[in-house]
């Protein structure tokens, strides 16, 4: 690591945190062979790609989201040192962590830092992936907030109801004969392919909505796999005749940009008959009960994401399938 200097950090966060090398360049007003070359530098020094392009720009790689936080808060140290030298005074600014399901990771941290903007609010965030030691690093501090299929029952979590899913949206390659269906008719078909789960941990993590339906039809769904995250799906989907749902509108905005994946929203008749025994999710923010722990600020911001993104919006309703996508509306934040 002696080869990273601080211009190499302020580089790795700006990079994280935008996704967008471009974007960097012009805000430090280098070239961009500059932050290629720090950023080359960092790969080298850790042995990870740290980002892996993508054809919407950058995806951080594991190994990334672990160094973001701290490379962060260094940031903000060093902010103080200078600030402290000056003769001034300014506490660091809070770093929060947030576990959300794949279903909800994407966009999240960029719809709240722009909701944060707009409110002339300072926010530094990451978000992880939910897992099941949610509960426990919640307590430990070791992360902020959680979203969650179920409330906890641990005395010192808070557990807020958000909303319960009302949408559903089916996911195949372009040319797969599912799309030659009607779209009230679909779910008897699905079962004949190979069925992608896409994880939610606490909701399907053991049996899947559509494998309980395909076992009252006496039918054996047959499981492609399990994905963890979301740029898993597209991979895993473009060669082969498996399909998944996903049930939140920013990932299936997200997918609809690769090339190869089609989207198609479920009609209302096919989603009630497939959530007929087993109820569509329930989403809730858990968090410590601690006055003060987050502000309600942004309490508010991420449960208005959440909604928004697993919800019908009020003037429409799921009266047959769609190919594109209501206009994403980031939320508004009091105080």
């Known amino acids: 690591m002696r080869d990273i200097n ?9 990079v994280y945190e935008s996704l967008n090398s471009l974007s960097v360049a012009n805000a430090l007003n280098v070239a961009p062979s500059k932050i290629s070359r720090c950023l080359g530098a960092l790969r080298h020094a850790l042995g990870d790609p740290l980002f892996i392009r993508r054809q919407y720009g950058f995806e951080p790689t594991p190994t990334a989201d672990k160094l973001y936080p701290y490379f962060q808060q260094m940031l903000c140290l060093l902010g103080q040192i200078n600030d402290s030298t000056n003769g001034t005074s300014t ?45 426990e690093d919640l307590l430990q501090g070791r992360v902020d907030m959680m979203l969650s299929f179920k409330a906890s029952e641990k005395e010192r979590l808070d557990s807020r109801f958000i909303a319960a899913g009302e949408l559903l949206y089916i996911v195949a390659r372009d040319d797969h004969p599912i799309w030659q269906r009607p779209a009230n008719n679909m779910l008897d078909a699905i079962i004949n392919y190979p069925f992608l789960v ?26 492609a796999g399990k994905a963890g995250v979301l740029s898993e ?28 994946v089609s989207i198609r929203q479920m009609s209302e008749p096919e989603f009630q008959l497939l ?21 309600p600020w942004l309490i508010e911001a991420l449960c208005d994401f959440v909604h928004n993104s697993v919800t019908a919006p009020e003037d ?19 105080g």
Not at 100 to 110: K, N
Not at 117 to 135: D, H, I, M, T
Not at 320 to 329: E, I, R
Request: glycine letters at 6%.
């Open 198 to 223: 896409t994880e939610c941990p606490a909701f399907n993590d053991r049996i899947d909505p559509l494998e309980l339906y395909a076992l009252d039809q006496g039918r054996q769904l047959k499981l």
């Open 6 to 14: 601080l211009f190499t950090i302020r580089v790795f966060v700006m």
């Open 275 to 295: 959530h007929d025994r087993c109820p569509p999710p329930n989403y809730y923010l858990v968090a410590r009960k601690e006055e003060g722990s987050v502000p």
């Open 233 to 260: 799906v597209s991979d895993y989907l473009i060669d082969s005749d498996a399909i998944t749902f996903i049930g939140a509108r920013t990932a299936a905005e997200y997918l609809d940009h690769f090339p190869g």
């Open 316 to 334: 429409t309703h799921q009266t047959g399938a769609s190919d594109t996508f209501p206009s994403y509306l980031h939320p508004s934040m009091a």
């Open 91 to 135: 506490a660091p600014q809070r770093h929060y962590v947030i576990y959300a399901p794949p279903t909800l990771s994407c966009r999240l941290g960029t719809a709240l830092k722009k909701s944060a903007s707009e409110a002339g609010k300072e926010l530094s965030l990451s978000v992880r992936p939910l897992s099941a030691s949610g509960p």
